[in-house]
């Protein structure tokens, strides 16, 4: 995928195209687009938890992320993203506008939603490989990728928040909300990032990994006949 704030020509028509016709259908676009996200940061956690390659440290991680860009394999998918963003982007400008809002800077904000879902999406793959490295570490297992996936999206929303494992939702739809927020207001995500890698560092693999089992242990025994 292009580096921030290039992309393809055919992914720009295709925003324009959709931000003439957008202004109906935003609740359910908004439901499409949290579906998308889900999709994307599925696959970019799967795809790295397949790999022996992980972050260990948070300044490692901090490292990567100040290097080149490396979501090419999700091009695709953040492509339908910033399609899919045009309806729910157009309600946000209006309601920050009070006006009509041009569709060339819907077109435009849609692309910046991208931008801000691929660097989002990079953000949290490194954020959740060191997740993986610290369970991993300390329990001298795989990791469970559902465990993974709910401690990343947890510490990449709330790096200083109580990590509660008894509620196992992936809150995608405030994910969603703070990257489309990002794209559209211009709100950088790189320093919340920081903070979650710091806390990531800290996290007790043996800890979290033999309590998930637990709440799956229990909840496997409710659910049992």
Do not use: C, N
């Amino acid at each position: 995928m292009p580096g921030p704030g290039t992309l393809p020509r055919s992914l720009g028509g295709r925003a324009r195209a959709a931000g003439k016709s957008a202004g109906v259908g935003a609740l359910s676009a908004g439901e499409a687009l949290v579906e998308a996200v889900e999709g994307v940061v599925d696959q970019a956690i799967s795809r790295m938890l397949l790999s022996d390659r992980r972050i260990t440290s948070a300044a490692q991680g901090k490292s990567r992320l100040a290097g080149e860009t490396d979501t090419e394999a999700f091009a695709g998918d953040i492509q339908r993203i910033v399609v899919i963003a045009v309806p729910v982007v157009r309600r946000l400008a209006r309601g920050a506008r009070r006006t009509r809002v041009p569709w060339m800077m819907v077109a435009s904000s849609a692309i910046s939603v991208g931008i801000a879902v691929s660097t989002g999406v990079r953000e949290l793959r490194t954020l959740a490989s060191l997740v993986a490295h610290r369970i991993e570490q300390a329990t001298g297992e795989r990791s469970d990728p559902a465990l993974v996936k709910k401690l990343a999206v947890d510490l990449y929303l709330h790096p200083k928040g109580t990590l509660r494992l008894d509620d196992d939702r992936l809150r995608l739809v405030r994910l969603t909300r703070q990257w489309v927020s990002s794209g559209v207001f211009g709100r950088k995500t790189s320093k919340r990032a920081e903070r979650a890698l710091d806390a990531a560092e800290q996290l007790d693999g043996a800890a979290l990994s033999a309590r998930w089992a637990e709440l799956h242990r229990k909840s496997d025994a409710g659910g049992g006949t």
